[in-house]
């Protein structure tokens, strides 16, 4: 498969097990610590002192020290980490949904960077940036030899800063040197499309701008279609891997009129916290069906989970990646930050999706291109080595293949969404759950 990495989130894409997010400031006290563990701490220090001392060639220790620590991290479970000052600072671009940058999706091709495509109304764009580009060189710098996340760190920076790329494209003998100058780049959480008579909306990921983007496609959809002849909406959470948790909550909101959402369970007995739905629908209780698969994490399963158990919407594709988890992120100043899985997340019927993941009312397959036949582009929760096993985890394990192809024709689980909503017979292969199934066929 080729791995895309998008300019729009400065460098850095969250994965499939991307976290809900919740940031903090201060963790519950713990228990002082006993003589035995600081016996321990003294052997970590006095091994420290040998490597540094005594190691083949002199060690990084800055470097030792955030192994160590993301060693201890790590040994909780996959979603906890040390974040260095600038990798929390990545994740603040990532979360924030905007960052000082070019605007244009990139992947690595025969050591050069290729242009994806230049996102439209950005300095790429403007500039004459074109889909196939390959850029070879960056302010001067050779990108033969360097990864591609090094190669992003390159292009992004602050707003109204100029940087010149050097670039290959079809048809020119020799390099072109094109000059861009640096914007705020804001990220669309959502992208929406009419589907004819239905309103289709892609929410990419759970940033701080996530709600107003959904409200912004909705109020464009129902300007667009006439309401006698709007059909509904399907909400595609397929590839989601999660982010802010409120995100989450708003989102499932915007469906729902009454009822809890979701609720998180820390450590103690009493640390409980549940978050409720306020009235207003803003689709006026129009049918909706919801799109998940194997990439669907944290976050969408959130929504997914809350919109099922209100029988709200239908949720139609594959079994979801099963992150149950949500972690605080805890400032540490001008050290970073600590990402710590503080609690457990619960569907409004109480259930825990960790390890598990939410199950469709109906699943319909996704059949993969011959390209990727024979590949492994299964993705769960329950395959992570060391993660926490949830309460309702079986062998089946949680998670599903993680493909959404680009072709809209080709989109055999948004085609059944589409017909659901058109009231056209589907496949009687996959019929609906009765018990949890809100539409017709």
């Given at each position: ?17 991307a976290v809900s997010l919740v940031y903090g400031t201060n963790g519950t006290a713990a228990n002082a610590a006993d003589s035995d563990t600081y016996r321990q701490l ?400």
């Open positions: 498969m080729v791995r895309k990495l998008s300019l729009l989130f400065a460098g850095a894409l969250m994965g499939a097990s003294a052997i970590f220090g006095d091994i420290f002192e040998r490597v540094r001392a005594q190691y083949v060639t002199p060690p990084d220790e800055k470097e030792l020290v955030e192994s160590a620590i993301n060693g201890m991290l790590t040994s909780l479970d996959p979603h906890s980490s040390y974040l260095n000052a600038d990798a929390a600072k990545d994740m603040r671009v990532q979360t924030k949904g905007e960052f000082g940058g070019l605007g244009i999706e990139v992947t690595m091709e025969n050591e050069l960077v290729k242009v994806v495509s230049p996102i439209d109304d950005t300095p790429a764009a403007r500039a004459g940036i074109l889909a196939g580009d390959l850029i070879e060189k960056i302010d001067g710098e050779n990108v033969r030899g360097i990864s591609l996340s090094d190669a992003v760190d390159m292009m992004r920076g602050p707003a109204n800063t100029p940087i010149e790329l050097s670039v290959l494209r079809e048809g020119q003998t020799k390099p072109l040197k094109i000059t861009i100058i640096r914007d705020i780049i804001k990220v669309k959480a959502v992208k929406y499309r009419l589907e004819d008579d239905i309103g289709y909306m892609k929410v990419t990921s759970f940033t701080e701008k996530t709600t107003d983007d959904l409200r912004e496609a909705i109020n464009a959809i129902q300007s667009d279609i006439p309401e006698d002849e709007l059909k509904g909406y399907v909400l595609d959470l397929r590839l989601n891997p999660g982010g802010l948790l409120d995100q989450a909550v708003n989102v499932s909101d915007a469906f729902l009129d009454q009822g809890e959402i979701v609720s998180t369970r820390g450590r103690e007995a009493d640390d409980i916290a549940r978050f409720a739905s306020q009235p207003g629908d803003l689709i006026d209780g129009k049918p909706l069906v919801v799109l998940i698969n194997g990439g669907s994490a944290s976050a969408s399963e959130i929504v997914a989970g809350a919109l099922q158990d209100h029988r709200r919407a239908t949720v139609v594709g594959t079994k979801s990646f099963g992150k149950g988890s949500v972690q605080t992120i805890i400032p540490l100043g001008e050290n970073g930050a600590l990402r710590l899985t503080t609690a457990l997340y619960y569907t409004p019927s109480g259930t825990s999706i960790q390890g598990t993941g939410i199950v469709p009312d109906i699943e319909v397959e996704q059949p993969l291109p011959e390209d990727l036949a024979g590949m492994d582009v299964t993705s769960g929760e329950s395959e992570l080595r060391g993660h926490i096993r949830g309460e309702a985890e079986s062998e089946e394990g949680s998670g599903s293949v993680a493909y959404v192809p680009q072709d809209p024709e080709e989109d055999l689980q948004l085609g059944y969404a589409l017909d659901l909503l058109r009231g056209v017979k589907s496949d009687p292969a996959f019929p609906p759950n009765p018990d949890k199934a809100v539409m017709n066929q």
